[in-house]
C-alpha cells in the first residue's frame, strides 16, 4: 500500500495533520511549553504537547499549514521525481522560498521534512509510525 517514497512520505504527513488536528480540537488550555490540557470524553486530562510541532507548540495552526503545504507539493509538483533524496531537495528548495522571511516556519518545515525522511526510508519506523 505505501510502496512509493512519495505515499510513505504523504502517509507521514497525514499522520502529522491528524496529530495536529487531535490536538487542536481537544485542547482547552496550554500550561506551558510542554504540557496542556485536553478535554476527552471521559475528562479533562493534562497532556503532554506532541513533539511533530517541534518549535511551533503555541502556533498550531501555522504548522498545520506548513504541514498541509508541503503533502500539495507532493501531490502536484514531483514532476515525476521519485526518489527519497529528490523530494527532499524538492521539499527543502519550497520551504526556503515560501519561508525565507519567517525563521520559525522554516526550521520547522526542515524539521518535518527530516522526519519524514527518516520515516519513509526506514520500514521498520516506517510500520511502527502508520499504526497511530
Do not use: W
Not at 25 to 44: A, C, K, P, Y
Not at 52 to 70: C, D, F, T, W, Y
Not at 92 to 109: C, G, P, V
Request: aromatic residues 10%; hydrophobic residues 35%; contains cysteine.
Amino acid at each position: 500500500m505505501y510502496i512509493t517514497p512519495i505515499t510513505r512520505m504523504v502517509c507521514v504527513l497525514d499522520g502529522y495533520l491528524e496529530i495536529i488536528n487531535s490536538y487542536q480540537r481537544n485542547l482547552v488550555m496550554d500550561i506551558n511549553q510542554d504540557f496542556h490540557l485536553e478535554n476527552t470524553e471521559s475528562g479533562i486530562y493534562v497532556r503532554r504537547n506532541p513533539e511533530s510541532l517541534h518549535n511551533l507548540k503555541s502556533e498550531p495552526g501555522k504548522a498545520r499549514q506548513i504541514v498541509a503545504h508541503m503533502k500539495n507539493t507532493l501531490r502536484g509538483g514531483c514532476g515525476g521525481k521519485n526518489n527519497i533524496d529528490s523530494l527532499e531537495t524538492l521539499l527543502k528548495q519550497h520551504a526556503s522560498y515560501f519561508y525565507q522571511n519567517d525563521s520559525d516556519s522554516f526550521l520547522f518545515a526542515e524539521s518535518v521534512v527530516c522526519r519524514m525522511i527518516e520515516l519513509a526510508a526506514d520500514d521498520s519506523q516506517f510500520s511502527e509510525f502508520s499504526y497511530f
